[in-house]
């Protein structure tokens, strides 16, 4: 039983080749991980399910459901009110309006009425204490961490099932990152599935149950997170292990297989 | 002296008409990056209707109906035309409006002929004189309703949903969309405000001292262009700081016409072009802008 599935997504900008034939799943209640290096298209994957391909001029081929509702065809307010909230990388707060009024903005998509919004409010002030008391500052004020902060409640405004990441610990120091990350499991063991893309792959398979690896718009790897960090591949493509047999074992596995279970066979 | 506060209060009263206009001009930038050529069709589309209908269902529910039928006209060129060209180039776009304007300029004075139409106001031509300071009531009336419209517009995009959503849209539109915030709403509301405040200038540039409302009228209400792009185009605040200097500067500069004869003739109109330069050379982006006009 799967929240998000996608299957044999295909998406171009123009004459460039972003996704080819990628299929995910995103179960509910979970944290499924996706990682890439820089034009894998994570961020591609990302704005197809959020239908903002079009800012962009990208096109795509292929099914996207949420809890069995087609999103191709929606708009992107369309999907905000099925409950799949995108939070863009980069974090992208509006600088020049106020953290309260960033926070307004996240809700103007929600479904639910007034009640559900001051709930939101009050459990985004929890999350981050530090968006309470910057309340009436201007959001391009605050620091990285802070505007990732903004970003997440921002988007959790909406009251999402499904949240979607895109690399929330770029830019971060350690610490930072750290704290993001353990805010996503609180997020996430509140009964929000989630959707975390990042380069930085130690903190994603730590927090993730299940794992894809794009590389060059197709899925090079996927099984359980645990099994993944262990696979020597990503240990030497995006822990930063270095190891000689690691990296033959890798290039074979270049070659060959496609999933982590038939490579590992 | 007395000469020198009647004109300035003269320019502060038609500079916060322009300044009305500037602000729906600037509205529709925000929202949707477009320059709106056809801003001053929407005026004369509102004050055209008002001045048909005065007769019949006397002056205030004209206007009413002025207000809605520009805001219907704006809202209309929005869903018709402007939202077909969604995605093409600012520079397109604004060709686009100028279409438009040729369209409905064409048709509004093709029905005027070369009629000047009453709006019905009930000032006429009456003054007050406070002082020694002589002033037309319609001078006093269009300062009193133009800042009270400027206030609540500042208000509501300060303070409600609306707002919020019309601010998040012209920061970024592609995060506002991912936030559930539908574009194609707020460029629509943006362009019927516009329709509506351009209508509430309709009528005060066409009252006393002017004659009323003929084809000259598109003219005056372009003097809002160089105030919205000297308080920079993308700034509210800049709207109504530009419309109040431009008519200020063209109330004195038509007022002194005489002692500044040695710049020619017909300095008055000349003058918030004049200004208008002079700040964007001192400052590309206006005097409140944050984007420069080379973006456009
Ligand atoms: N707006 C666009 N127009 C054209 N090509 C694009 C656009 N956005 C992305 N691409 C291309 O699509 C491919 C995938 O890009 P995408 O941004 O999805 O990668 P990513 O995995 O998110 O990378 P990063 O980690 O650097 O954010 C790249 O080759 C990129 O150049
Ligand atoms: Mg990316």
């Not at chain 1, 944290?31 to 961020?43: E, F, M, P, R, S």
């Not at chain 2, 406070?130 to 300062?143: K, M, P, Q, S």
Request: zero cysteines; hydrophobic letters at 50%; charged letters at 15%.
């Amino acid at each position: 039983m799967a929240t998000l599935e996608i299957r044999a997504l295909s998406v171009g900008y123009g004459p460039v080749r972003a996704l080819r034939d990628v299929s995910v799943d995103v179960p509910a209640g979970a944290i499924t991980a996706v990682l890439g290096g820089n034009g894998a298209g994570k961020t591609t994957l990302l704005r197809a399910v959020s239908r903002t391909l079009g800012f962009h001029r990208g096109t795509g081929t292929g099914t996207i459901r949420f809890d069995g509702q087609a999103l191709e065809g929606l708009g992107p307010a369309q999907v905000v009110a099925a409950g799949v909230v995108q939070v863009p990388e980069g974090r992208q707060v509006f600088a020049r309006m106020t953290v309260a009024d960033n926070l307004r903005a996240g809700a103007l998509g929600a479904r639910g009425g007034r009640k559900a919004v001051a709930a939101a409010l009050t459990r985004v002030h929890e999350l981050f204490p530090v968006l309470a008391q910057r309340a009436h500052q201007r959001a391009g004020l605050l620091s990285g961490g802070e505007q990732q902060m903004l970003a997440m409640g921002r988007a959790l405004m909406a009251g999402p099932r499904l949240l979607l990441l895109d690399e929330p610990s770029l830019g971060l120091a350690p610490l930072m990152a750290q704290k993001i990350a353990e805010t996503v499991q609180e997020i996430n063991a509140a009964g929000t599935s989630v959707m975390l893309v990042e380069q930085n792959a130690s903190i994603a398979l730590r927090l993730a149950t299940t794992a894809y690896v794009l590389d060059v718009g197709e899925v090079a790897l996927e099984g359980p997170a645990g099994e993944l960090a262990a696979s020597d591949e990503v240990r030497r493509r995006y822990l930063g292990v270095v190891d000689e047999t690691a990296a033959e074992d890798a290039d074979r596995a270049g070659r060959a297989p496609r999933t982590l279970s038939r490579w590992s066979a | 002296m007395t000469t020198f506060i009647e004109l300035l209060l003269g320019g502060l009263s038609i500079g916060s008409v322009y300044a009305l206009i500037a602000l729906g001009f600037v509205v529709i930038f925000k929202a949707t990056e477009v320059v709106n050529f056809a801003h001053a069709s929407l005026l004369l589309a509102g004050g055209y209707v008002t001045a048909v209908l005065h007769d019949d269902i006397g002056f205030w529910p004209a206007l009413g109906v002025g207000i809605a039928g520009a805001a219907v006209v704006g809202a209309g060129v929005e869903f018709f035309v402007m939202r077909r060209y969604r995605g093409s180039d600012h520079s397109v776009l604004a060709i686009v409006t100028i279409g438009v304007d040729i369209i409905l300029v064409t048709e509004l004075t093709r029905r005027m002929g070369t009629d000047v139409m009453a709006l019905g106001d009930p000032w006429g031509d009456d003054v007050v004189t406070i002082g020694g300071v002589t002033l037309a009531e319609t001078r006093i009336a269009a300062f009193l309703v133009a800042g009270l419209l400027i206030t609540v517009f500042l208000l509501a995009f300060r303070f409600t949903s609306w707002g919020v959503s019309m601010r998040a849209a012209a920061e970024n539109p592609q995060t506002a969309a991912l936030m559930g915030i539908k574009l194609g709403r707020v460029s629509l509301s943006a362009w019927a405000v516009a329709g509506a405040l351009a209508a509430v200038a309709a009528l005060f540039l066409t009252v006393f001292p002017t004659p009323g409302l003929e084809r000259a009228t598109s003219l005056a209400a372009l003097k809002a262009f160089p105030a919205a792009i000297l308080g920079g185009l993308d700034s509210t605040t800049g709207a109504l700081a530009g419309g109040l200097i431009v008519g200020v500067t063209e109330s004195l500069a038509t007022g002194y016409q005489s002692d500044l004869s040695f710049l020619g003739r017909g300095i008055g109109d000349l003058a918030p072009y004049l200004v208008m330069v002079i700040v964007l050379l001192v400052r590309p982006a206006g005097l409140f802008g944050t984007k420069e006009l080379a973006r456009v």
